[in-house]
């Protein structure tokens, strides 16, 4: 036995000089210490020597085994080192090169319009309310004093969902939805998305809108007035004036449309005000008395102002976008120019 150990131990001597990888490796252990390998074939021996001098053989083999096993782990470590000694050649990083940058976003010029009118609007005491985009025909329009047949229902392309349940048309639901759940003193925004079916060059059949509500003692057209006026000079510049016109509209009375004057020629007449010197930006009016007593709030007491602003044509005219489509393209080239 001691001889065959011997002639192992030079064997396996030789075996590992050879070990150049981590395969030569495998082929080692194999060889040496798996299954049918020759340290555990000399365990196998052990029944062939005589009784007595079992024991004294059995400890030389064990101490043989753990040799070899420790002479197999000191090879591993010396072939994992070379390796990644190997691989630190090859992956070499050049601290020099320039880092590529990251790709940073930006907020959408629909996103930093709204912020911007909810901070002008939120500077004068207004709270923020959001409702549903799916509505029932009762809010965005029986209570708004839009009736069922009332022609008005035709000023709006409505994308029904089921009978009487649609897409809101415009954000004034909003106003019902509020009044139905606050009582007055009530000083509210309400932005979101709202659904027609239209499609042009400035019209969408998604675009978003901001409704204003404010319901109080003695509210007139005067704080409306001085409200918005506050307001396009903040977006558009301090030098821009503001013009009600009569207008119509079923849940104010009276309606305004509000222009501003043309902060591109200051109202001397231009291609973008069509050379009258004012743009139309708004609708609004004194909420009508009965759909402050729809939603049972004692129209003789009360009195209120509301206003419907297009977000999408606030950034329009604010950044000179001539299609309302490029706000709906993700184009990286048109949305990067607003970047900070
Ligand atoms: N809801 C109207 C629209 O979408 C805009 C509007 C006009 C809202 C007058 C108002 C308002 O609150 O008083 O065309």
């Known amino acids: 036995m001691e001889i065959k150990i011997k002639a192992l131990r030079e064997q396996m001597e030789s ?71 190997a691989r630190d050649k090859t992956e070499q990083v050049d601290i020099t090169l320039p880092a590529s940058k990251n790709k940073v976003g930006s907020l959408h010029p629909i996103t930093i319009t709204k912020n911007e009118m909810i901070n002008v609007f939120s500077g004068m005491g207004f709270e923020i309310f959001e409702g549903p985009e799916i509505e029932d025909d009762d809010h965005n329009f029986t209570r708004l004093n839009v009736a069922k047949n009332h022609p008005a229902r035709d000023m709006q392309d409505t994308f029904y969902v089921a009978e009487d349940i649609l897409l809101r048309t415009h954000t004034s639901p909003g106003q019902i939805r509020v009044m139905d759940a606050k009582k007055p003193p009530i000083k509210v ?3 979101g998305r709202v ?13 978003h809108q901001m409704e204003g509500l404010v319901v109080d003692k003695t509210i007139t057209l005067c704080d409306l007035q001085g409200m918005l006026d506050a307001f396009v000079k903040e977006i558009f510049g301090s030098d821009t004036r503001t013009r009600l016109r009569p207008s119509y509209f079923p849940f104010t009375e009276p309606s305004v449309e509000v222009d501003v004057s043309c902060f591109e020629c200051g109202g001397c007449g231009c291609s973008l005000c069509k050379g009258t010197g004012w743009i139309e930006v708004l609708g609004g009016g004194i909420v009508h008395p009965r759909v402050l007593e729809n939603c049972g709030i004692d129209s003789k007491e009360y009195s209120g102002l509301a206003f ?27 949305l990067k120019q607003f970047r900070d």
């Open 15 to 85: 075996g590992l000089n050879a070990i150049s990888s981590k395969k030569d490796l495998d082929e080692f252990w194999q060889a040496f210490l798996g299954k049918k390998g020759a340290v555990t074939a000399l365990m196998k021996d052990l029944g062939q020597v005589p009784k007595e001098d079992r024991p004294a053989t059995g400890r030389v083999i064990n101490e043989f085994k753990s040799y070899v096993e420790t002479r197999y782990q000191e090879a591993r470590e010396r072939i994992e080192e070379l390796e990644l000694s």
């Open 189 to 191: 925004l309400v932005p």
């Open 195 to 207: 659904f027609r079916s239209d499609s042009d060059a400035t019209h969408s059949p998604m675009f």
């Open 308 to 334: 419907g602003i297009g977000i999408e044509r606030i950034a329009m005219l604010k950044y000179g976008i001539n299609n309302i489509s490029l706000l709906y393209e993700n184009d990286l080239r048109f």
